[in-house]
């Protein structure tokens, strides 16, 4: 079966929101791409957009509405899983990275990333979280299945290479679909982004002709702001110490993807949550800059969401079997916990 959206709901171009940014001032203006790098005009939306009834077993997904989501586009670890370690280790066989070489597993986990996505007054918008480096298998993925096209602004958590190592993927977006991308980002990442992305950040050193990622960065601190009518709020958190992160709220939803400990002052940030989406690297105990389980069932605990996700799974959690356990805690403790996993569509209020 094949649903056809509505042209009504379908997403538009990004536009230029610099100046609904509080508390910041624009790195590149909207004037610096007003030009035309292209003599046609690929920029039309996508007519074809579409839900399709394949879903991650090949099995129909439950069809969102029209109204808002979140969309986990990858749910894993830097390294992806199955490891491939894993796969040619000739003296240990992992069973979580057996599991995720086949087809639709719910183990096979890519870098963690979500796509916010939600109707507004000029039709839906997609704003993905992290593009990292494995974004264009993930988009590849997801992207033609779930009819999306249009990347509206990409928001950046912290400037980890399985958080922005994917930047450059967004040239295909920019050459085919639309004329650019806004990235909303914290000071200190764009400064690490001006040496890995240097090409990207100051396109004048690009040799004229070649065709990069048109992006328009937008400077963030941590104080609320306004993504196509969106309000965002940082969530900051520490991931290694001294090591800055950025979570994200989005309406009641609130998403903490690389995190070792949370600052008094985030937790007020965090009042009221319906979803929790939280790091939980590993089931037994925390790394020095990732939650384990056992802590993030604690945060749980004390931030007191509706319900949580967990995301950001190594190799050593069995999606089902952790699952299973984490469902008891239901019953014990009245706490609605689960894993995420990629291609996951969760229907949410913003
Ligand atoms: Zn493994
Ligand atoms: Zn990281």
């Not at 004037?31 to 579409?50: C, I, V």
């Not at 240097?198 to 609320?224: C, H, K, M, R, W």
């Not at 403790?333 to 689960?338: A, F, I, N, P, T």
């Amino acid at each position: 079966m094949v649903l056809l959206l509505p042209p009504a709901a379908l997403s538009a171009p990004a536009s230029c929101t610099v100046s609904r940014i509080l508390c910041k001032a624009p790195i590149r203006s909207a004037a610096a791409f007003s030009f035309k790098r292209l003599r046609f005009s690929p920029f039309t939306p996508n007519f074809h957009a579409r839900f399709r009834s394949t879903g991650v077993n090949g099995a129909a997904p439950e069809l969102s509405s029209l109204g808002p989501e979140i969309i986990f586009l990858g749910t894993g670890t830097s390294e992806g899983i199955p490891r491939v370690s894993c796969l040619t280790n000739p003296l240990k066989a992992c069973e979580v990275c057996l599991k995720a070489t086949e087809p639709g597993n719910k183990n096979r986990r890519l870098n963690t990333s979500i796509l916010v996505r939600y109707p507004s007054t000029s039709g839906i918008r997609n704003i993905l979280v992290d593009a990292g480096k494995f974004f264009y298998h993930t988009a590849l993925r997801w992207f033609p299945l779930f009819g999306l096209r249009t990347l509206d602004a990409v928001i950046i958590t912290h400037s980890h290479a399985d958080a922005i190592g994917g930047l450059d993927d967004l040239r295909d977006w920019t050459n085919n679909v639309q004329h650019h991308i806004p990235i909303y980002v914290a000071k200190r990442d764009f400064e690490v982004m001006k040496k890995t992305h240097y090409y990207l950040v100051d396109t004048s050193v690009v040799t004229p002709g070649a065709a990069v990622s048109e992006l328009q960065f937008n400077i963030i601190e941590e104080v609320p702001f306004i993504v196509h009518d969106l309000k965002v709020t940082p969530l900051p958190v520490w991931h290694g110490q001294g090591y800055r992160s950025l979570g994200f709220r989005f309406g009641n939803v609130c998403y903490i993807s690389d995190v070792s400990e949370i600052p008094e002052e985030t937790y007020s940030l965090l009042k009221d949550c319906e979803l929790l989406i939280l790091d939980a690297l590993r089931p037994d105990r925390s790394s020095s800059t990732h939650f384990g389980l056992p802590r993030a069932l604690e945060e749980v605990r004390k931030i007191k969401p509706r319900q949580t996700l967990f995301t950001g799974m190594m190799h050593l959690m069995d999606h089902d079997r952790v699952n299973e356990d984490l469902k008891k805690l239901k019953i014990s403790e009245g706490l609605d916990v689960q894993l995420s996993y990629d291609g996951l569509r969760v229907p949410v209020n913003l």
